[in-house]
């Protein structure tokens, strides 16, 4: 991971880019996989605040969304930032038809149910990785994998976008 890469999270409800966020949380994991969150935002804050500028009135908000990074980057338990109002939806993919498939599924969905989602496409394999799925594309509704290694239904993507509550055996 390089130190210049820009990792977009979201800060105050509005996504903000972060140099050097990956290779942050890779050089100090080992360290601090065990640690409390304070310890670990103090880490993060440190080594971030050389490359980026965050505003000192935005420092909680930047060490909170620092941590939910960090935890998510472990496999950890995290909570999403509250309050955003827009669904985040992720395809993981490297960009085949089938990706674009699912994306403008998603974004059909979201539009018959006039709700507001951020849809990126990852491609970044490392990013991918992290989601720990073995087909693609992969379809994460706010921050939990759903589907991989296929095009749902337009019918799923519904329920998943809406929050309807799955049936047990179903993402």
């Known amino acids: 991971m390089r130190e210049t890469d820009v990792a977009q999270i979201v800060i105050g409800g509005r996504k903000i880019g972060i140099v050097g966020l ?32 965050i505003p000192a009135r935005a420092e909680e908000a930047y060490g909170d969304a620092f941590v939910r990074e960090f935890k998510r980057s472990l496999g950890q338990a995290f909570e999403e930032e509250p309050g955003t109002g827009i669904l985040e939806v992720k395809i993981l993919g490297a960009g085949c038809a089938r990706c674009d498939w699912l994306r403008q599924a998603v974004i059909d969905a ?16 490392r990013r991918c990785a992290e989601y720990r799925v073995f087909g693609y594309p992969a ?12 095009v749902p239904a337009k019918e799923s993507i519904r329920k998943w976008l809406s929050g309807e509550v799955s049936p047990p055996g179903e993402k």
């Open 22 to 53: 990956a290779a942050a949380i890779e050089d100090i994991a080992r360290d601090h996989a065990g640690k409390n969150d304070d310890e670990v935002r103090a880490a993060l804050m440190k080594r971030l605040r050389e490359r980026n500028y």
């Open 110 to 125: 979201a539009s018959e149910l006039n709700l507001a989602v951020d849809v990126e496409h990852v491609t970044d394999p």
């Open 139 to 150: 379809l994460v509704v706010g921050g939990r994998v759903r589907s991989a290694g296929t």
